[in-house]
C-alpha cells in the first residue's frame, strides 16, 4: 500500500514537472508576486504607505492578490490536462483506484502551492521591506508573522480551491471564467448589497490573516479556515464527480 502510495504521488510529480504549462503557472505564483511588490514598493511604496496607515501590513502584502491569480491558474491547468487527449483514460488504467488517484493529485498539488505560497509570502514580505524606509515593517513584529505564513496557506488553498472545481467542470477555462471575476469583482459587489456577507466569501475571508487590523465577526485564522472549507467543498465535490462519472 505504502509502495502504491508512493509510486501514484511519484507519477503526479512528474506530470507536473513535465507539462510547461501546469509548471509554468507554479512559478507564475512566485515570480508574478515578486516583480509586482518590486515594481510597486520601489516606484510609490513610501506613497502609499502614508495613506495606508491604519494597515500598513495589509499594504505589505499588496501582490498576492496578483499571486493568487497564478495560485487558481496552477490549480486549474494541473487539473485540466487529464482531461485532454484521453489522459484520465490512461491514467485510471495505471491507476484503477479512482480515489487513490485523486487524493494524490491533489496532495501533489497542494504540497507544491503550499511550499510555492510560502517561499513567495515570505519573499514578498521581506523585499518589499526594503523599499519602504521608515515605513518598513520587520519580520518579528506583531502579526508579520502569522501574515507571511497564513498568506503561503490561503494561496494554497486558492490553489486548491481552483482543482477542485476543475475536477467537476472538467475544464480550466470554465473555472478561470468563473473564479477570475468571482475574485475580483463579486465580493465588492456583496460587499455593496449583503454588507457583512461578504467576508464569508474565500478570498475576503482568507485575506483576513494579512492584515493588522480586522473588523468584522471573523479573524485572522478563523477567516483562513473558512477559506479552507470552501476548498474542502470543492476538493470533495470534485471527489465525488470523479468516482460517478464516466471517463
Same mark, same amino acid.
Given at each position: 500500500?505504502?509502495?502504491?502510495?508512493?509510486?501514484?504521488?511519484?507519477? $503526479?510529480?512528474?506530470?507536473?514537472?513535465?507539462?510547461?504549462?501546469?509548471?509554468?503557472s507554479l512559478v507564475g505564483v512566485f515570480a508574478a508576486t515578486l516583480l509586482i511588490t518590486v515594481l510597486v514598493f520601489s516606484t510609490i511604496g513610501q506613497a502609499e504607505a502614508g495613506?495606508?496607515? +491604519? &494597515?500598513?501590513? @495589509? @499594504?505589505? @502584502?499588496?501582490?498576492? +492578490?496578483?499571486?493568487?491569480?497564478?495560485?487558481?491558474?496552477?490549480?486549474?491547468?494541473?487539473?485540466?490536462? $487529464?482531461?485532454?487527449?484521453?489522459?484520465?483514460?490512461?491514467?485510471?488504467?495505471?491507476?484503477?483506484?479512482?480515489?487513490?488517484?485523486?487524493?494524490?493529485?491533489?496532495?501533489?498539488?497542494?504540497?507544491?502551492?503550499?511550499?510555492?505560497?510560502?517561499?513567495?509570502? @515570505?519573499?514578498?514580505?521581506?523585499?518589499?521591506?526594503?523599499?519602504?524606509? $521608515?515605513?518598513?515593517?520587520?519580520?518579528?513584529? =506583531?502579526?508579520?508573522? #502569522?501574515?507571511?505564513?497564513?498568506?503561503?496557506?490561503?494561496?494554497?488553498?486558492?490553489?486548491?480551491?481552483?482543482?477542485?472545481?476543475?475536477?467537476?467542470?472538467?475544464?480550466?477555462?470554465?473555472?478561470?471564467?468563473?473564479?477570475?471575476?468571482?475574485?475580483?469583482?463579486? =465580493?465588492?459587489?456583496?460587499? &455593496?448589497?449583503?454588507?457583512?456577507?461578504?467576508?464569508?466569501? =474565500?478570498? #475576503?475571508?482568507?485575506?483576513?490573516?494579512?492584515?493588522?487590523? +480586522? $473588523?468584522?465577526?471573523?479573524? =485572522?485564522?478563523?477567516?483562513?479556515?473558512?477559506?479552507?472549507?470552501?476548498?474542502?467543498?470543492?476538493?470533495?465535490?470534485?471527489?465525488?464527480?470523479?468516482?460517478?462519472?464516466?471517463?
Open positions: 500500500m505504502t509502495t502504491s502510495t508512493t509510486a501514484v504521488l511519484h507519477s $503526479e510529480w512528474i506530470k507536473i514537472r513535465s507539462v510547461r504549462s501546469v509548471a509554468g495613506t495606508q496607515e +491604519n &494597515d500598513l501590513l @495589509f @499594504f505589505a @502584502f499588496y501582490a498576492l +492578490n496578483f499571486g493568487q491569480i497564478a495560485a487558481i491558474s496552477f490549480g486549474a491547468t494541473a487539473l485540466s490536462s $487529464e482531461f485532454h487527449d484521453g489522459a484520465l483514460r490512461i491514467s485510471l488504467t495505471v491507476v484503477p483506484r479512482r480515489s487513490l488517484f485523486y487524493l494524490a493529485k491533489m496532495a501533489v498539488i497542494g504540497g507544491l502551492a503550499l511550499a510555492v505560497g510560502l517561499v513567495t509570502s @515570505f519573499t514578498t514580505f521581506l523585499v518589499g521591506q526594503l523599499f519602504m524606509g $521608515e515605513y518598513a515593517i520587520r519580520l518579528g513584529e =506583531p502579526a508579520a508573522l #502569522r501574515a507571511a505564513f497564513g498568506g503561503g496557506v490561503y494561496l494554497a488553498l486558492m490553489a486548491l480551491f481552483a482543482a477542485g472545481l476543475t475536477a467537476v467542470l472538467r475544464s480550466a477555462v470554465a473555472v478561470l471564467s468563473l473564479l477570475i471575476p468571482f475574485i475580483l469583482i463579486v =465580493p465588492f459587489v456583496v460587499g &455593496d448589497i449583503a454588507g457583512g456577507a461578504a467576508q464569508y466569501l =474565500p478570498d #475576503r475571508a482568507g485575506q483576513l490573516v494579512i492584515r493588522g487590523h +480586522n $473588523e468584522g465577526s471573523l479573524g =485572522p485564522w478563523t477567516g483562513l479556515a473558512v477559506t479552507a472549507g470552501w476548498a474542502a467543498v470543492a476538493l470533495i465535490a470534485g471527489w465525488w464527480t470523479l468516482r460517478k462519472r464516466d471517463v
